[in-house]
């Protein structure tokens, strides 16, 4: 299958000025990180995982024992619950490696920095196609709607890998630290950012025809 043709984001630092005081702290956090040693984890803002699910990826992150910043909403919209919702001592175990960021995080700017090497995604188009611009291999975990094949056709390009579901659907933490470290400890985050590189070439060239179509 082929990936839908149409613009990717624009481009361009972010000025400092139009971050507040908690994005520059966390910016200045991710400038202390090794490249392609951190993972950002966001799953957009129209799906909140429940419970179970939040639960199970902050036991991916913990065993996967790799940097991550996790933007990370409540499922009732309670913010104050989430410490609640996590898992007991996971905040202080991952201290000094993980960031949790309540609610809206700079995902473009986060996205664009050195220190990324996966982008643990729902898989909605609006992130994969900043994942794709930024040149950052997608660790596919797809909720609802179109995601699941989302996901699929980026696997297919080779640009993602999938964390599976158990045989009832739901997720495991051992499965997603698997495939965190897959892309970025393992090695197939190298090859993932080319092929990357080459599938933005291809939309690019698509939108410049189409444009001279016009």
Known sequence: QTLPVGPLIPTGPIAAAELGEEDIELMNWLGQKDVNSTVFTSFGTM???SE???KEIAHGLELSNVNFIWALRSPDGDESRLEEI???GFLERVRGRGR???GWAPQAMILGHSSIGGF???CGWISLTEGIEFGVPIIAMPMNLEQ???GRVLVENGVAVEVMRDENGRLKGEEIAKMINHVVIGGAGETMRQKIKDLRKKIKSSEED?????
């Open 47 to 49: 799906y909140f995982p």
């Open 52 to 54: 179970e699910e939040i």
């Open 148 to 150: 699941p094949l989302n």
């Open 120 to 122: 643990l995604s729902h």
């Open 86 to 88: 996590l898992p007991t």
């Open 210 to 214: 189409n444009l001279d179509e016009l």
């Open 100 to 102: 949790i960021v309540q």
